[in-house]
Nanobody
Framework: VQLQASGGGLVQAGGSLRLSCAAS????????MGWFRQAPGKEREFVAV????????YYADSVKGRFTGSRDNAKNTVYLQMNSLKPEDTAVYYC????????????????????WGQGTLVTVSS
């Protein structure tokens, strides 16, 4: 599966952005879809995951209550709605996919994901 993230940009603190991740080559309904981010000089970190078989979601504590992940299988696209943005949310955001298996475990490690998009830059000004 090929992934392409978009929707990043410059926004003031407290603002909102919606990121999109369009998939091709395979249907996302068979994959857990993850969002990660990497700030300058830092490791890539987990942000959110959407389960393939339940649309259940799990978030990093740093974004819980502010970010919402969703998927539209008909459009083969996943989204990350980001509200109440903070300067510390500034990073390159990546979408990722891993084949879904039965069960409810939420994979948060970057090495659990097989496919990655190219990233989209989000800059939050104070």
């Amino acid at each position: 599966v090929q992934l392409q993230a978009s929707g990043g940009g410059l926004v003031q603190a407290g603002g909102s952005l919606r990121l999109s991740c369009a998939a091709s080559g395979s249907t996302i309904s068979n994959y857990d879809m993850g969002w990660f981010r990497q700030a300058p000089g830092k490791e890539r970190e987990f942000v959110a995951v959407i389960k393939w078989n339940s649309d259940g979601t799990y978030y990093a504590d740093s974004v819980k209550g502010r970010f919402t992940g969703s998927r539209d299988n008909a459009k083969n696209t996943v989204y990350l709605q980001m509200n109440s943005l903070k300067p510390e949310d500034t990073a390159v955001y990546y979408c990722a996919a891993r084949p879904g298996y039965s069960g409810t475990y939420y994979y948060t490690g970057r090495y659990n994901y097989n496919y990655w998009g190219q990233g989209t830059l989000v800059t939050v000004s104070s």
